[in-house]
C-alpha cells in the first residue's frame, strides 16, 4: 500500500462527499456545487487536509524506516489502556534501532493524527481500534495492526526486512 496514494483516493472520497452534501443542502446537484464553488470546495479541502499532507510528506521523505504509533493522546484523562499497553513494544523497537528508524508517533485526537488513521484503516469500523501501529518505508506501508499490541519480534521482522 502506497501512502501518497491512499491519501489521494481518501482526499478524492472526501471532495465528493462534501460536494454532494453542499448540493443536497443547497437544493443543488454536484455538478452545479462544483461549477459555482469549485474555489471554495478547493480552498476548504487544502486547508482540511494540509496538516495531514505534511505528516504524510515527513514520513515520505525520511531516509530511514518509520515506525508509525498513532495512539490516543497521553495526556487525556480517559486512557487507552491497548495504546498504554504497547507502548513498551514500541519503545524497545525504538532504543534498539535508534540510529536506524525514525519513530514517529501521533494522537489521533489531532486532526492530521484522525485523518492518517483513516487514511491507512480505511475499514468502515464504528470504532477506531486503538493503537495504529505501522511500518513504513519509502512512503510503502509493509504492515499496519490496529486494535491490539504488537510484540516487538513481529515488528521488528518487518524492520529486519527493509534494514537487511
Request: hydrophobic share 35%; glycine share 4%.
Amino acid at each position: 500500500m502506497n501512502l501518497k496514494q491512499l491519501l489521494i483516493v481518501h482526499k478524492e472520497k472526501f471532495r465528493r462527499k462534501y460536494i454532494n452534501a453542499l448540493a443536497k443542502a443547497n437544493s443543488l446537484t454536484p455538478e452545479q456545487v462544483h461549477a459555482e464553488y469549485k474555489d471554495t470546495v478547493e480552498e476548504y479541502i487544502q486547508d482540511k487536509y494540509m496538516p495531514v499532507e505534511q505528516l504524510t510528506d515527513r514520513i515520505i521523505k525520511t531516509g530511514r524506516p518509520v515506525l508509525l504509533n498513532i495512539r490516543r493522546d497521553r495526556l487525556r484523562d480517559d486512557k487507552c489502556k491497548l495504546c498504554e499497553g504497547n507502548q513498551p513494544n514500541i519503545d524497545e523497537i525504538a532504543k534498539k534501532y535508534q540510529d536506524r528508524i525514525e519513530v514517529i508517533e501521533v494522537a489521533e485526537d489531532r486532526h492530521e493524527g484522525g485523518a492518517l488513521y483513516h487514511i491507512i484503516f480505511h475499514e468502515e469500523a464504528e470504532e477506531k481500534k486503538l493503537p495504529l501501529v505501522a511500518v513504513i518505508n519509502k512512503g510503502s506501508i509493509l504492515k499496519f495492526w490496529a486494535g491490539k499490541t504488537v510484540e516487538p519480534a513481529v515488528i521488528e521482522m518487518y524492520i529486519k526486512k527493509i534494514l537487511s
